[in-house]
């Protein structure tokens, strides 16, 4: 048989680290691996002083915060470029959340004319809504829901009351569909804000402190609790601590179905080091949390770490310039970065960088989110997704990322790889240098029979 591509090198496979490894691509599939003599093909790439992965798969993107639907063409250009193929898309876009049917349609509609990558979508309710609505979408594909118990927006990211939240774990019981929440008690936070902008208080650690832990930990346990009442799934997030994690891994234990997720950033930034240089630019919610970095990192050895994601928003730098830390805009661009800021770090820490990147950033989402075996591993009869690093460090620089925003709180930071090359489904889509795949080369994936609890 002759394939259409072969691709040789250092592989990381579901088995571990294969050197001197080739990979056949037939069909937009993975049609055969092995070692020794590589068979013919169409083309041949060779992988010199690097090493070939899984396609990304980022759990956690809001493409569509700022711009709409359209937004989806801006953030897959980006992940493209950063090694990722698939995005877990959040259901907050702008100016309505994905919380029927149609609105769901319009929104694979969009990725089918814009997309890059493939993208699957998380979906929600609104304030008031019947959970009847719930079901239809499940039929459509939806590979988990979201809420909130914090509002942001009324209209786009509202709060959802405690009786509600109760009421779409009832709902969701019997599937295995996760529902996330965004983490934070609404009163708590509310009333540190005001007591700080009374103060004249300002910066990220005043930020950070309007927004603490027990915020954060008392939605956290509350809301596990109503997922372990109903038997549901319940999925934190973003967690910034450790304590946070064993929380989840408690209900766990218990026989539970919970989860907890990890944002890259927290991996990376300290406030009480980089909100002096960063300030607004580091916001994010729930904030950054001093001193946290080496007990995220033993939460993720620990296994109590569901997987790693960017948590990627697409707000322009304008959202972040304001007077008041308290006014501008929370998020940051985060899913070209995701990459090569959760290799180096991983390496820097003298971790094996790349087993663990397929593991948190490839493996573990795809499972979480129902896409595996078609998502997230090289392996037979799987979509050809791949992405190739070059053993080539680089200083990043927000004003050539391949997004319409430029700007990151990584500019600066020096990453030990650079995403060399791309493929979605075994067509090139990044050399290295542009991204070659035209929008609307993604698809809408929808979540099929994986199960994260048996």
Not at 271 to 286: I, R, Y
Request: aromatic content about 8%; some cysteine; charged content about 20%.
């Amino acid at each position: 048989m002759k394939y259409e591509l072969v691709i040789t090198g250092a592989a990381v496979l579901p088995e571990g680290l294969q050197e001197n490894c080739w990979i056949a691509i037939k069909d937009g599939k993975f049609a055969a691996i092995g070692t020794g003599q590589t068979p013919e093909a169409q083309q041949t790439h060779n992988v010199v002083d690097g090493l070939i992965i899984p396609g990304v798969v980022d759990g956690q993107t809001h493409a569509c915060s700022a711009g709409g639907l359209p937004g989806i063409r801006s953030t897959t250009h980006s992940a493209i470029a950063g090694g990722v193929t698939t995005i877990v898309d959040m259901p907050y876009d702008n100016p309505n959340p994905l919380n029927n049917v149609d609105r769901l349609k319009a929104k694979v509609a969009a990725i089918h004319e814009h997309a890059h990558v493939d993208v699957a979508l998380y979906g929600t309710i609104l304030p008031g809504q019947s959970v009847e609505d719930v079901q239809p979408l499940i039929n459509h594909g939806i590979a988990a829901f979201k809420i909130s118990t914090f509002e942001s927006s009324p209209t786009r990211f509202p709060r959802i009351a405690t009786d509600q939240i109760f009421a779409l774990f009832g709902a969701l019981a019997k599937s295995d569909i996760p529902l996330g929440v965004h983490n934070e008690d609404q009163e708590i936070v509310q009333a540190l804000i005001a007591k700080a902008r009374a103060e004249g208080g300002s910066g990220l650690t005043v930020h950070s402190n309007s927004r603490p832990p027990a915020a954060e930990l008392a939605a956290t346990a509350q809301f596990l609790e109503l997922g372990a009442a109903t038997g549901a799934h319940a999925h934190i997030v973003h967690l910034t601590t450790s304590r946070g994690f064993h929380l989840v891994d408690n209900y766990v234990k218990d026989g539970y179905r919970s989860t907890g997720e990890m944002c890259v950033h927290y991996l990376w930034f300290d406030p009480d080091k980089d909100g002096e240089e960063l300030g607004a630019k580091m916001k994010v919610n729930p904030p950054i949390r001093p001193k946290q970095i080496d007990a995220l990192w033993g939460e993720i050895l620990a296994g109590r770490v569901a997987f790693v994601s960017s948590d990627h928003s697409s707000w322009p730098i304008d959202n972040k310039l304001s007077k008041s830390i308290f006014d501008a805009g929370a998020g940051i661009p985060g899913v070209e970065t995701l990459l090569p800021s959760f290799y180096t770090a991983a390496q820097n820490r003298g971790l094996n960088a790349a087993e663990l990147t397929v593991e948190q950033l490839c493996e573990r989402p795809a499972k979480f989110f129902g896409l595996w075996p078609m998502k997230g591993a090289i392996r037979l009869g799987a979509d050809a997704d791949i992405t190739i690093i070059a053993n080539k460090p680089q200083i990043w620089d927000s004003k050539n990322a391949h997004d319409e925003l430029c700007w990151s709180p990584f500019d600066g930071r020096k990453f030990n790889i650079t995403v060399a090359r791309t493929y979605l489904r075994g067509i090139l889509a990044w050399d290295g240098q542009q991204v070659l795949n035209a929008p609307g080369s993604g698809r809408y994936v929808a979540r099929g029979d994986n199960r994260w609890f048996n």
